[in-house]
């Protein structure tokens, strides 16, 4: 009787840890399927994450843009910049001055038609023509303002390094918009909607981004890198 008892014993042992083994195994592949599931829905949540910092940071930086080139724009529109007579000193400085609050706007040029700085407007007061020497102009400038296909319209530069700054690493870039006389002041009764060069403004790109990326903190929030279009980090 125990004979036959074993070999039965025996075998429902063998089948159970058959079973075990399969249990284990299956338990084994569900809990790597399922590790695997959760890594990838937390990737493509992660990277969803990154995706929308990186569309908010791109919109921060397209607005301040947008907003020099309104501030370009109104400057431009004005009687004191469109002529800059000697006695608009006063005017210059009070249609200037509010342009650098809040802003990564550091300085603002008039030039001629001829390619002549008349004023240069910084947070530390204007330069007139008369009151110093002025800063040569690059003749791409003023061969693009004069352009009357390029009339009302704006042209961003490349990023190149900011004069006098201790960073090596720091850039600026311009935006520049061709100015014709064709408002209307006390002294310009009748405007001669002449062409009378450009002014440019100078924004401050590495004070930009360091006003906008703060928020994403890298290895947390995101890596905040940023690259221009010749493959440079800024």
Request: glycine share 8%; proline share 6%.
């Amino acid at each position: 009787m125990d004979a036959k008892v074993r070999p039965e014993r025996s075998k429902l042992l063998k089948i159970l840890g058959i079973a075990t083994l399969l249990l284990v195994a299956g338990a084994s592949w569900l809990a790597i399927s399922t590790a695997r599931y959760m890594k990838g829905i937390l990737r493509n949540q992660f990277n969803e994450q990154q995706l929308v910092l990186a569309r908010h940071a791109a919109q921060r930086v397209e607005a301040n843009i947008n907003n020099a080139i309104d501030d370009l724009l109104v400057l431009n529109s004005l009687p004191a910049i469109q002529y800059c007579d000697r006695d608009s000193y006063e005017a210059l400085l009070l249609s200037t001055r509010p342009v650098f609050n809040g802003s990564s706007i550091i300085a603002i040029r008039r030039i001629d038609r001829t390619g002549n700085p008349i004023f240069v407007s910084s947070e530390q007061g204007i330069v007139m023509r008369d009151m110093g020497p002025g800063q040569e102009e690059p003749g791409a400038y003023l061969s693009w303002a004069s352009d009357p296909a390029n009339r009302g319209k704006t042209m961003g530069t490349a990023l190149y390094p900011k004069d006098g700054a201790k960073d090596r690493g720091a850039l600026v870039f311009d935006l520049i918009t061709p100015t014709y006389q064709n408002a209307p002041n006390a002294a310009h009764p009748f405007p001669s909607k002449a062409f009378a060069g450009y002014v440019r403004l100078t924004l401050d790109v590495t004070h930009l981004m360091q006003e906008i990326m703060p928020s994403i903190r890298s290895g947390k929030t995101g890596y905040a890198w940023i690259i221009y279009s010749y493959g440079r980090f800024i």
